[in-house]
Structure formats: structure tokens, C-alpha cells
């Protein structure tokens, strides 16, 4: 019986011993692997660092600024381009919608007037009359407001 009982503690202890040295080593390759993990997380933090740092730099005003006066050439807005909201069709469905490739409504046009070869003479009459003052006109209200 202790023949036995002997055979059985070696065989515990060996298969404890090549347990807790299988753990040890697997605790080993976790760590590394934790390490090279925790290695990277920190390289793409400083990698958001440095993105974040440049986005800002390349969205500075000033910088914006600069470019759109040198690359763009746009000019200041003049009062006869700006327009009143009276000035806006009431009717929506006096324009159509120009589809873009994805058929997305991008932008409307006017629905083309008949021809005045197409109405009556005196229809066609009418409809060439722009019931706009002139530009004329408008340049010398302007020019009476500024003084």
C-alpha cells in the first residue's frame, strides 16, 4: 500500500509541477502579449495626437483665409446681388429639380415660359413685360440711400 500510495504523491507532484510550469509560461506569453498591446494602444494615441494637432493647424481661420484669397479670387458681394425674401417664388412647383447622378435634388431650374410665337400676340406682349424696376433705377435709389 505505501508502494502504491508513493507511486500516486510522485504522479500528483509531476503533473503539479508540469501544471504550474505550463501556467507559468502561458502567464509569460499573456504578458508579452498585454505588452505589445498596451505598445500599440500608446502608438495610436500619439497618432490621434498628431492628427488632432495637424486638423487644427489646417483648419485655422487664418490659414483658411490665406488660401482663399490666394487660391480662390472671389470678390466682395455687391447690394444688387443680394436679394429680399419678397423676391422668392411663392409656388414651389414653378421650379424643377435637376437630379445629380445619385438622384439627389441639387438644384432647381425655372419651368421654361411658352414662346411668344406659341401664345396670341397680345399674351405674347405681356409676357415679354418684366415687371422689375430698371437696373438704372436701382443704382440711383442706392446711390440717394448712401447720401
Known amino acids: 500500500m505505501t508502494r502504491a500510495m508513493t507511486f500516486i504523491g510522485l504522479f500528483l507532484t509531476i503533473v503539479i509541477g508540469a501544471g504550474t510550469y505550463w501556467v507559468s509560461h502561458e502567464v ?3 504578458e508579452k502579449q498585454y505588452a505589445v498591446i498596451q505598445s500599440d494602444i500608446l502608438n495610436e494615441q500619439e497618432t490621434i495626437h498628431v492628427l488632432d494637432a495637424e486638423w487644427s493647424y489646417l483648419n485655422s481661420p487664418q490659414r483658411v ?3 482663399a484669397n490666394t487660391y ?3 470678390d466682395q458681394i455687391s447690394p444688387l446681388q443680394m436679394a429680399s425674401i419678397d423676391d422668392l417664388p411663392e409656388n414651389a412647383d414653378l421650379h424643377q429639380y ?3 447622378k445619385f438622384g439627389e435634388a441639387v438644384a432647381f431650374l425655372p419651368v421654361p415660359r411658352a ?3 406659341e401664345l396670341a400676340p397680345d399674351e ?3 409676357a415679354m413685360i418684366i ?3 430698371s437696373l438704372a433705377a436701382t ?3 442706392a446711390q440717394e440711400g448712401m447720401e
Open 72 to 74: 480662390l479670387k472671389l
Open 98 to 100: 435637376r437630379l445629380d
Open 131 to 133: 415687371n422689375s424696376p
Open 139 to 141: 443704382r440711383s435709389d
Open 65 to 67: 483665409e490665406t488660401l
Open 28 to 30: 509569460e506569453r499573456l
Open 115 to 117: 414662346r411668344p410665337d
Open 124 to 126: 405674347a406682349a405681356e
